[in-house]
């Protein structure tokens, strides 16, 4: 019999070492003061790779650090999830990368899937259904995204908010239940309110070579990323509610009976709008994005890890996680850690 259910075992997270805090935002835009981008934002730092650090070093670099914090024998890993929307190459995939440098065995699963800040929730879903139809019993599940390499030095609306980091989670086979039911959002005719224009195969097509013509004084090429802020702002509030809603029905619960709510942490300003939305208790919306940033796929993740270090987050806790943006996708559910 297939195996019903799956946990989290443990979450790490890495942050590469060069900061970029507000103060050095604020030389390159002085209409910006450093406690103007703080108190729109909520972010004080961001930690950026350097020329030659790729998405493959900084999220193996996080599982090594859960390998150790946690004494895991990379042997007991049966699957490997690699997220990231910036692979090192075309081809291979991170993964298979990956397996190699953490020395996991060669009988393995291991694939890459490229999804942005709703990709740690697509991952845990990948993971527990690689668990409950009995094909592995542990699985590990990476993120990592380099941004920085692909905004522009002079668009301010994303480089006060985007960060580099790196997260490992290993899910594994549970006797009780720990992640819960699922719910989704795809709509790909929002796609280009989140897109870098100039990329893989569709690089040289008409609207794509034409992208950066409206760059502004962004000095934004179609090789780097367009955002429509306000546009992803509008799809947040429209969807997430009600997505939010929908897991919990599916999971039989209310939101009273959750101790916690861990949302993307796309912006302050969004998650202060989303939470008087959807009248998520103050006591009960986490926010960890001050030291970090916007992170995409590991804004999720690294909470955990921080909340789980710091004791805000204990073990037995129910938490309704949900990201989303680029896609346009979002997705939901429930653990119990």
Same mark, same amino acid.
């Given at each position: 019999m297939p195996a019903k259910y799956s946990r989290i075992h443990s979450v790490a997270h890495y942050f590469p070492s060069? #900061? %970029?805090?507000?103060?050095?935002?604020?030389?390159? =835009?002085?209409?910006?003061?450093?406690?103007?981008?703080?108190?729109?934002?909520?972010?004080?730092?961001?930690?950026?790779?350097? #020329? #030659?650090e790729t998405a493959l070093d900084l999220g193996v670099e996080a599982a090594r650090r859960l390998f150790a914090a946690q004494n895991i024998e990379p042997h007991s890993v049966d699957a490997l999830l690699f997220c990231t929307e910036l692979p090192d190459y075309v081809l291979p995939p991170n993964a298979c990368l990956a397996q190699n440098l953490l020395g996991l065995r060669t009988d393995i699963l291991a694939t890459d899937y490229t999804l942005g800040c709703s990709g740690y929730v697509y991952g845990l879903s990948l993971a527990h259904g690689l668990i409950t139809s009995g094909q592995a019993k542990?699985?590990?599940?990476?993120?990592?995204?380099?941004?920085?390499?692909?905004?522009?030095?002079?668009?301010?609306?994303?480089?006060?908010?985007?960060?580099?980091?790196?997260?490992?989670?290993l899910v594994e086979l549970a006797d009780q239940p720990g992640i819960g039911a699922f719910s989704w959002y795809?709509?790909?005719?929002?796609?280009?309110? %989140?897109?870098?224009?100039?990329?893989?195969?569709?690089r040289n097509k008409a609207e794509?070579?034409?992208?950066?013509?409206?760059?502004?004084?962004?000095?934004?090429?179609?090789?780097d990323l367009f955002?429509?802020?306000?546009?992803?702002?509008? =799809?947040?509030?429209?969807?997430?509610?009600?997505?939010?809603?929908?897991?919990? #029905?599916?999971n039989a619960?209310?939101?009273?009976?959750?101790?916690?709510?861990?949302?993307?942490?796309?912006?302050?300003?969004?998650?202060?709008?989303?939470a008087h939305k959807c009248r998520i208790p103050a006591e009960k919306m986490i926010l960890d994005m001050e030291y970090g940033g916007n992170t995409v796929s590991n804004t999720i993740p690294v909470a955990l890890s921080r909340k789980i270090s710091q004791g805000v987050l204990q073990p037995g806790q129910t938490i309704l996680l949900a990201g989303f943006g680029v896609g346009l996708s979002a997705a939901a559910t429930v653990v119990k850690l």
């Open positions: 060069q #900061e %970029l805090n507000n103060d050095a935002l604020a030389t390159l =835009f002085p209409e910006w003061p450093a406690d103007k981008i703080l108190a729109k934002t909520g972010i004080r730092v961001r930690y950026v790779c350097r #020329e #030659e542990r699985v590990l599940l990476i993120t990592a995204e380099t941004y920085s390499k692909v905004l522009a030095p002079q668009d301010k609306s994303v480089r006060t908010l985007f960060g580099d980091a790196a997260s490992a989670t795809s709509n790909g005719a929002g796609a280009r309110s %989140l897109i870098v224009p100039q990329s893989g195969s569709a794509n070579r034409a992208a950066s013509q409206n760059a502004g004084d962004s000095g934004r090429t179609a090789a955002m429509d802020g306000p546009r992803i702002f509008q =799809f947040t509030l429209d969807i997430v509610p009600s997505l939010l809603s929908a897991c919990l #029905e599916k619960l209310t939101l009273d009976a959750v101790d916690a709510v861990l949302l993307h942490q796309a912006n302050k300003f969004m998650l202060d709008h989303l």
